[in-house]
């Protein structure tokens, strides 16, 4: 049985966790893909190509566009994945690392997308898909930066959605939770830790420690992906996982005061 031939997939942040994952996923349901990551070291799954990109450096990013458009002739499928996690107390961070956050997590997913719009509009057809997270429609007591970041993605991709349909162009929401990747051990810690916060960022640690080892396998998400990047009528979010589902029903159906009390309690936080 012939493969079905899908077109021309990028993927940024793909070579380790979901976006590894992604990139593998996409490469069996029929896509040729092209993944980043900032360093030229960095390898992805066999037969995706590798490139190097800095989704913070506009000068990379527009190279990468480049390359991909010399080497295949157009884009058909953006999955903006890159993305750091930074995890402590509001208050903890300088105003210098929130804007580095910002940088990454939402700059660089307009930069590579203004980057790949062109070629969408010449094409009259494309399809984006942005990595967003349960903390991008919930609350996340630590990780309030984190999630202002990935709330601002949400926004943005809502109204680019809008904006881009009568182009030919899709734009869609992933919403992971919880996921068995390195992501907890490669989170970035407050520039000034402040005793005030100790007790309660201790406890929020050891909850996520503990929700993240049972968690989804990255190849979970990385299906989800693949179903909002091929559905013939993409819908706006696709929660990713068991647990990023029943997140999003309760957060529409419970009352406000029990799921607050029902947050507190998963994060060991005093009710």
Excluded at 18 to 36: E, N
Aim: net charge positive.
């Amino acid at each position: 049985m012939a493969m079905i031939d899908r077109g021309i997939a990028l993927v940024t942040g793909a070579s380790s966790g979901i976006g590894y994952a992604t990139a593998k996923a996409l490469q069996a349901a029929g896509f040729d893909v092209f993944g980043t990551s900032r360093r030229a070291t960095a390898g992805g799954p066999d037969g995706v190509t590798m490139l190097t990109c800095d989704v913070t450096d506009d000068a990379s990013v527009a190279a990468l566009a480049d390359e991909v458009l010399d080497d295949a002739g157009r884009i058909d499928l953006l999955v903006n994945n890159a993305g750091v996690g930074l995890f402590g107390g509001a208050e903890e961070s300088s105003l210098a690392q929130a804007q580095a956050l910002f940088d990454v997590n939402l700059f660089g997913v307009i930069r590579v997308t203004n980057a790949v719009l062109p070629i969408m509009r010449r094409q009259k057809s494309g399809r984006i898909v942005n990595l967003s997270s349960a903390h991008g429609f919930i609350p996340a007591p630590y990780f309030a930066l984190y999630s202002a970041t990935k709330h601002a993605v949400e926004g943005y991709s809502q109204s680019l959605d809008h904006e881009l349909r009568t182009l030919g162009i899709r734009v869609t929401l992933v919403e992971p939770a919880y996921t068995r990747t390195s992501f907890d051990g490669n989170l970035v810690r407050p520039d000034r830790s402040l005793d005030a916060y100790a007790s309660a960022r201790a406890g929020v640690t050891v909850a996520v420690q503990d929700a993240i080892k049972k968690g989804d396998a990255p190849e979970i998400v990385a299906e989800t992906i693949v179903k909002a990047a091929t559905d013939a009528a993409p819908k706006l979010r696709y929660p990713a996982g068991r647990l990023a589902r029943q997140v999003s029903v309760l957060r529409r159906f419970v009352p406000a005061s029990a799921f607050d009390k029902s947050l507190r309690k998963m994060l060991r936080l005093p009710v």
